[in-house]
């Protein structure tokens, strides 16, 4: 499975900016698929997902600024990210867990990554 991101840049605080993730995979077969973002010496946190039965799932600091949707006949998730602060600068990475018969057989699959800074 491969996931490309893309969308990231800089912009200045308040504005917006639209992430995509393009999969080379049917992501009607895709478990759970979303965002998640690591700044500079920190971990790696979730942003935004769907999760099981296409529910999603976003952090407390992103609710109501940023969101998530999805075109399965492109297989891509963006995420829509408003009212930008320069505290979600940072990588944002495409992540995706393709379903299985058996969760044990489950694996975690990455993007490469895109920069998002946001300038004060």
């Known amino acids: 499975v491969q996931l490309q991101a893309s969308g990231g840049g800089l912009v200045q605080a308040g504005g917006s900016l639209r992430l995509s993730c393009a999969a080379s995979?049917?992501?009607?077969?895709?478990?759970?698929m979303g965002w998640y973002r690591q700044a500079p010496g920190k971990e790696r946190d979730l942003v935004a997902a769907?999760?099981?039965?296409?529910?999603?799932n976003y952090a407390d600091s992103v609710k109501g600024r940023f969101t998530i949707s999805r075109d399965n006949a492109k297989n891509t998730v963006y995420l829509q990210m408003n009212s930008l602060k320069p505290e979600d600068t940072a990588v944002y990475y495409c992540?995706?867990?393709?379903?299985?018969?058996?969760?044990?057989?489950?694996?975690?699959?990455w993007g490469q990554g895109t920069q998002v800074t946001v300038s004060s």
């Open positions: 995979i049917d992501i009607d077969t895709i478990r759970v």
């Open positions: 769907f999760a099981d039965g296409g529910s999603t």
């Open positions: 992540n995706a867990i393709p379903r299985r018969l058996q969760r044990k057989y489950e694996r975690e699959y």
